[in-house]
């Protein structure tokens, strides 16, 4: 190694001798091989998909109705609608265009559902936003405040008690979420719709499923919120050992001696190319008295 090179505080080795720096910031890369640091990595990663795929959803359950014709000899009259089903998931203003029944004349009415899914969606985008923001906070002062982090006992308490509560935010919020799901896809399927739609009440009317919409992103926001569940629960226990909580209850060894430290060595003998302080006692040789 170049004599002018060194090695930063972080055991990073330097071209000049000086740790690696950013906008004039020491930077401790080592930490992103710790578990703290790679696990907030992945929160960070997770907490993206988690919010974008349920704020970006967007799908349509769709029927089609037929009425017989209207006179004798006519072909069937067919028409589809739409229900679109998009975030926020608030239903109150969504409107269904249609027929009251299959008379000719009849003329096209609006009809709208008062349903309302949207606090458990978005509890869930705001844990989501919060976890990102978070994570990268904290990801960012493991990065550059290493030795302010490792010498103030505070910071690791503060540390882990905002994740602890992000925690029981990604625990609870991803619980909520799946039951709103589950009641999502039930109360918007087309066939839950043909109930309640007037026209397909119609006796003379046949309501058939067309497309169920397209679930998938959904199913994939509940499996990152879980995995976001699981990761800020484990992340937990790496940022205790953190704290002063878990150091002082480090047992110290029985012998007294520092960890890591070989008995074995107080019983070594003088290196050979040295003196022993006292010669060996000589066979026969009593004391003088």
Known sequence: MDPQ??????????????????????????????????????????????????????TKSILQVTCPPATKGGSQSLSKIEYPVEYPFKFQTTTIFEKYNC????PMIEQKFPMDFSSSAQFFVATGVLGLLYSG?????????????????????????????LSLFWVAGSAAWALGVSDLKYYTHPKYLANHIYICKDVESDCAVIDLGNWAPLNISLLTGFTNAFLWCMSCWFVFKETTFHQKNIPMPVSGLPPGFDQTQQQQPFPAHQQQPFPPPQQGFTAGY
């Open 5 to 58: 090179a060194g090695i930063d505080p972080a055991g990073v080795p330097t071209a000049t001798g000086l740790p690696p720096t950013v906008g004039g910031m020491t930077l401790n890369p080592l930490v992103l091989r710790e578990p703290r640091g790679m696990i907030r990595i992945l929160q960070l990663i997770f907490a993206i998909l988690a919010f974008s795929t349920t704020t970006s959803f967007d």
């Open 103 to 106: 008379s000719k004349n009849m």
């Open 137 to 165: 906070a904290a990801l960012g002062l493991y990065l550059t405040k290493t030795p302010q982090y490792m010498t103030n006992p505070l910071l690791p308490v503060i540390d882990l008690g905002i994740t602890g509560l």
